[in-house]
């Protein structure tokens, strides 16, 4: 491709199941890019805390994601309800939002071109990106998305429990004082229910090679 590894950062932000993970990836892949799901680590954070049960929170996660290995925690199964709900809960927090900020400014610093996926990727984490996309669809759309991924390894999972779940996970990160899901002034809204996988990335396409050819054609 014209462009590969040119230096460029491109921030997705969005509430749950809005397409934003899978508009992210395939964008990085297409061009490139080193990808990093913020929601990846407050899931693993979340995970880790139910599992581990520490006496010190926060010292326990500052010293799991010190040298945390990004490829590994892919691997885990993080779609749980119960870890979506407590992910929600702990990314309320100052101090958590602040050792995994600190996590996500070290990919940036160590990948000159990224795409980097959450919920203030572009309002707090990177807000000087090259490029923003912010992504939406209707909580029932969202809902039968997660509700198809989920059915594949929890049987007995309901829609209902989804959408509720979705929704909970939409008030608290939309309400929450510090860093709330909302949208940068600057950010291309993309709104996956009216479009489907193909016309998402080209939209976004577009705009990046309008992007780098901004950049790199002078």
Known sequence: MKYRNKNIKITCDGGAATGKSTGAK???KKYNLAFLSSGLLYRYASYLLIKHKPNKKIFFL???FKNLDYNK???INLQKPIISKNAAIIAKLKSVRSI???YQIKFI???DGCV???RDASTKILPNSDLKFFFICTLNIAAKRRFKELKKNQKKITFKEVKQALYERN???TRRKISPLQRHPDAVVVDTGKLNIKSMVAKMSKLVDKKLNSKYEK
Do not use: Q, S, T, Y
């Open 26 to 28: 395939l964008i990085a």
């Open 73 to 75: 925690i892919k691997k």
């Open 109 to 111: 610093k160590k990948n």
């Open 171 to 173: 008030m608290l990160d």
């Open 100 to 102: 995994l900020k600190n």
């Open 62 to 64: 500052r010293k799991k």
């Open 116 to 118: 980097l996926e959450g």
